[in-house]
């Protein structure tokens, strides 16, 4: 089946450090796809996409590059700011008969200052 | 960019009532909205997908007459929680789709049931 798989939180960084959230999905077809990020008490905010293979999404210091050979789609940013603690979720979309997106279970970052 | 508000933002109820909660799309036409359901800490669930003027698919698990779904027109869809239950209480999010693929999420409904 269809499914996303990140790297399990929290993730604990101190301010000015390298991130990166692993995240690898399972498709049938070619999906694309995405990351959100939604702050404390907020709905969902799309971060970054890419729509196929070799593609980077980047938005905001953070990027992810679509690789197909490995089905991973990995979020990275250079040096991370405490505005940034956040829930990051990587997803996939598919439009098999409707489109439909799926999320994973979303990994928790939180930046000390 | 494009904009999807839901309203209420929070709801507390008593158990047994019903709750009405509005997605629109503000400044596009979304031919297709989503409803999804997000427990504490964890992701979201897909509840079920409405296109307007026809009824909603329901994702396996979820119950029809219990989360009615209607899309009336190309920029609202309306969940409503039918005689509800603390265990209903969760945060409710919607989006919707134009005619390209991307979705845009509303900020999300959090319903308190007592």
């Known amino acids: 089946g269809n499914s996303v798989t990140q790297m399990e939180g929290p993730v604990t960084l101190s301010e000015e450090a390298f991130l990166t959230i692993n995240c690898t999905y399972t498709a049938t077809g070619y999906p694309s796809l995405f990351w959100y990020v939604q702050y404390p008490g907020e709905g969902l905010q799309l971060l970054l996409k890419a729509t196929k293979a070799d593609d980077k999404g980047s938005n905001k210091g953070f990027e992810a590059t679509y690789r197909k050979e490995t089905t991973s789609f990995h979020l990275e940013k250079g040096s991370v700011q405490v505005s940034d603690s956040a829930v990051y979720f990587c997803a996939l979309g598919l439009n098999t008969g409707g489109f439909k997106t799926i999320f994973g279970a979303g990994t928790r970052l939180f930046v000390k200052a | 960019g494009a904009v999807v508000s839901q309203h209420p933002s929070w709801v507390i109820c008593k158990s047994g009532t019903s709750v009405k909660i509005e997605c629109r799309s503000l400044d596009f036409q979304a031919t297709t909205m989503f409803w999804y359901r997000q427990f504490p800490k964890q992701s979201l669930m897909l509840m079920a997908t409405s296109n307007e003027g026809s009824k909603a698919t329901y994702e396996q698990g979820v119950e029809k007459d219990k989360f009615l779904i209607n899309h009336a027109s190309l920029t609202l869809s309306t969940l409503t929680v039918t005689s509800a239950h603390p265990e209903d209480s969760s945060f409710y999010i919607c989006?919707?789709?134009?005619?390209?693929?991307?979705?845009?999420f509303g900020p999300g409904t959090r319903l308190t049931v007592l």
């Open positions: 989006s919707a789709r134009d005619e390209g693929i991307w979705q845009y």
